[in-house]
């Protein structure tokens, strides 16, 4: 197997063994769950130190793009969506900061998706999202299954852009706001809230109206984000 690793330049041996790791998973060289060579072998194809192999293996197994087993070796992980962004969705537990970002993310993602769910829906799919927040409005009573319906509305409108890629982009955003979802769920009002800006999005949506689609998607992210800095103000 090592014959399909090719000696590194030189110069920044640690950074070009993560750069060629990263790229065999790219290509298909490397799959989900296999196996890299022994470490000696692997240092010796690669033409690096087994220092500066260990120094690349650990940065990558920080990203989660590979596994250590101990004494069992190395493994290429699942690389599932979920499992790559951890170390994101780590930092914005650490830093709350951060959230800002995750809000901005979500407005270029979801307001576009909106827009195009509002352009390609069905008449099945539209009865989907209608039967979704009829269902959101009987559990505002339960933070915990309400924002369950909620991010199942958000997904009924990803699928409805009919985009795969914006799909997966979506589900992996999606893991990465729920620490923040729950938190602003708590805020006073915020049930009636969403209901009002779903209620908006729903009616751009049976439109036909991808404007109106992305702009009701954007006022409702702005105020989810402004509850969540109203929880945030009174964090003590």
Known sequence: MSSKFEPLPRRAVGDAAIDVIK???????????????????????????????????????????????????????????????EPVSFLLSLDPSAVADLFETRRILEAETAALAAERITDDEVDAVRDCLADMETKTGNREEFLQADMRMHELITLAAKNPLLAQLMRSITGLGLRSRMRSVQAPGITARVMQDHTRILAALERRDPPGARQAMLDHLEHAQQAMREMLSETP
């Open 23 to 85: 790229r065999m998973i790219l290509t298909g060289d490397l799959r989900p769950g296999e196996k890299l060579p022994p470490e000696r072998e692997l240092a010796s194809a690669l033409g690096v130190s087994r220092n500066s192999l260990r120094e690349a293996i650990r940065s990558l197994v920080l990203m989660n793009v590979l596994q250590s087993r101990h004494g069992d070796g190395t493994y290429v992980s699942s690389l599932d969506p979920a499992t790559l962004m």
